[in-house]
């Protein structure tokens, strides 16, 4: 099911529109829409499609060759059949083919060639170098894997090095597409919304599973989804990430589990894993910068490359949820899966308290608040936090976010006490005060007082207030 990404249609129309060949690599984690966004690009150009299989060579060549003859026929001789004796001479056709016509060739999961064939990405770059300028031909590797992907085209050392002309990563849809997608196929409530998006992210494969097991309760779509016996999803982190990861995975998994749990210092996560401090730090630098799994986060009005003051988080809902609900359970799960699960209700409000807070630091980006921030994100110091702080030069604006629906006068407490943590940060001139719940009894009063007051209503609706100050 094709939905949204016209932006990156755009973009890969734009370098279709280029002349001669371009080498283009789109990348992003399993289940992100890649297969699917390219497929809708393929459907009005002459083009191939191409899925790498962990498979012998001889027998993807067999694929390919059936591929190419139906889908090159008009353009080929009735009496050729398309036969290849190895990958170098598949491209070497292609190649030679676009001299005369615009071709687009898809290779998905190409980084499983390093099992077919190792020696073809040397093979590839050859021919790409001596070819390229002849000929007419829009490459597209496509990878699951991001560690891999970027080894393969970023290493200085790999064959393919320098060889990409184009970048794009595909990203998983953010929470108002997401929302307005599943609502294009369920009717659900936006609170129970918050709560399935708190564990599937925006992963369009996994929205997918919305509609079949929604029933009107987010709780119990949750344990069809990741805690019953038979739950589609209850195995698939460790799917995706024991081939990420390699045999390393332990140390891996060992650090996305202590961060799921709330250990995001590398301190608090040398100590709950055992780990070295430096042995730390180098898995932090590679799931961070390598993985693109952790987020490194520091307070928003520090200086990033500068301050010590640094905390990670798990950038995708999916995985922070799977860690922290599942993996850390896995023994448990297998004895006494209801005792799981009673644990899992008990813990899950405060978990997506925690997405709320992300979703409103979106929220906040996209308010005109009668100024344009320089920076927008989370603060702390010590024992206090402030949800979201947004400023320039003149102009700050804080706010608190809450999972629950308050009253008037919880409220009223709320702001009291954000007024207080504000004399810590170091920021000067004109403050306004925020707060963002889940549900707000009075909030065109706390308006007219000059609060910024929102709820999940005003979230969903995307309202582009604006807001003097």
Same mark, same amino acid.
């Given at each position: 099911m094709f939905y949204d990404r016209e932006r990156e249609l755009e973009k890969l129309e734009e370098v279709y529109s280029f002349p001669g060949s371009s080498f283009l690599v789109l990348y992003g984690r399993r289940r992100v829409g890649k297969t699917t966004l390219v497929r809708e690009f393929l459907k009005d150009k002459p083009g191939l499609y191409f899925f790498v299989s962990e498979k012998d060579e001889a027998l993807l060549l067999d694929e390919y060759s059936r591929e190419i003859e139906e889908r090159l026929s008009e353009y080929l001789p009735s009496y050729l059949k398309p036969k290849f004796g190895s990958l170098e001479e598949l491209v070497e056709f292609l190649l030679d083919f676009s001299r005369e016509r615009k071709l687009v060739v898809v290779f998905?999961?190409?980084?499983?060639?390093?099992?077919?064939?190792? &020696?073809?990405?040397?093979?590839?770059?050859?021919?790409?170098?001596?070819?390229?300028?002849?000929?007419?031909?829009?490459?597209?590797?496509?990878?699951?894997?991001?560690?891999?992907?970027?080894?393969?085209f970023m290493d200085s050392k790999e064959s393919l090095f320098g060889r990409v002309d184009e970048w794009m990563k595909l990203r998983p849809f953010d929470f108002w597409t997401s929302f307005t997608f599943v609502r294009s196929l369920v009717d659900i409530p936006p609170r129970d919304f918050v709560e399935l998006y708190s564990a599937l992210g925006g992963m369009p494969r996994y929205l997918l599973y919305i509609p079949r097991y929604y029933k009107g309760n987010s709780i119990e779509t949750l344990k069809a989804l990741f805690f019953d016996e038979f739950a589609p999803l209850r195995e698939e982190g460790l799917n995706i990430?024991?081939?990420?990861?390699? /045999?390393?995975?332990?140390?891996?998994?060992?650090?996305?589990?202590?961060?799921?749990?709330?250990?995001?210092?590398?301190?608090?996560?040398?100590?709950?894993?055992?780990?070295?401090?430096?042995?730390?730090?180098?898995?932090?630098?590679?799931?961070?910068?390598?993985?693109?799994?952790?987020?490194?986060?520091?307070?928003?009005?520090?200086n990033p490359l500068k301050t010590r003051k640094?905390?990670?988080?798990? &950038?995708?809902?999916?995985?922070?949820?799977?860690?922290?609900?599942?993996?850390?359970?896995?023994?448990?799960?297998?004895?006494?899966?209801?005792?799981?699960?009673?644990?899992?209700?008990?813990?899950?409000?405060?978990?997506?308290?925690?997405?709320?807070?992300?979703?409103?630091?979106?929220?906040? /980006?996209?308010? /005109?608040?009668?100024?344009?921030?320089?920076?927008?994100?989370?603060?702390?110091?010590?024992?206090?936090?402030?949800?979201?702080?947004?400023?320039?030069?003149?102009?700050?604006?804080?706010?608190?976010?809450?999972? &629950?629906?308050?009253?008037?006068?919880?409220?009223?407490?709320?702001?009291?006490?954000?007024?207080?943590?504000?004399?810590?940060l170091p920021l000067r001139g004109n403050y306004r005060f925020?707060?963002?719940?889940?549900?707000?009894?009075?909030?065109?009063?706390?308006?007219?007082?000059?609060?910024?007051?929102?709820d999940l209503i005003d979230i969903i609706q995307q309202r582009p207030l604006s807001l003097s100050l």
């Open positions: 998905d999961e190409f980084q499983n060639f390093r099992a077919v064939k190792p &020696s073809f990405f040397s093979s590839l770059q050859k021919l790409w170098d001596e070819k390229k300028d002849t000929s007419n031909l829009m490459l597209i590797a496509v990878g699951s894997y991001v560690g891999m992907i970027k080894r393969l990430l024991k081939l990420e990861f390699g /045999r390393f995975y332990r140390a891996h998994f060992s650090i996305l589990e202590a961060v799921s749990l709330g250990h995001v210092t590398p301190k608090e996560i040398s100590d709950k894993t055992g780990m070295k401090l430096l042995t730390v730090g180098k898995y932090l630098s590679e799931l961070t910068n390598h993985y693109e799994y952790l987020t490194r986060e520091v307070p928003v009005t520090e640094v905390a990670y988080r798990i &950038s995708d809902e999916f995985f922070s949820f799977w860690f922290r609900f599942v993996y850390h359970n896995y023994t448990a799960l297998e004895e006494d899966p209801e005792r799981v699960f009673e644990r899992f209700k008990a813990e899950f409000p405060a978990f997506v308290g925690k997405t709320y807070e992300r979703i409103a630091l979106g929220f906040v /980006r996209h308010l /005109r608040l009668g100024f344009k921030p320089e920076r927008v994100g989370r603060w702390w110091h010590k024992k206090e936090e402030i949800d979201v702080v947004a400023y320039d030069r003149d102009n700050v604006a804080l706010f608190e976010v809450k999972w &629950s629906d308050l009253s008037l006068r919880d409220s009223r407490k709320v702001l009291k006490a954000l007024e207080k943590k504000a004399k810590l925020g707060i963002i719940a889940r549900g707000l009894e009075g909030k065109e009063e706390l308006r007219k007082e000059g609060f910024l007051a929102f």
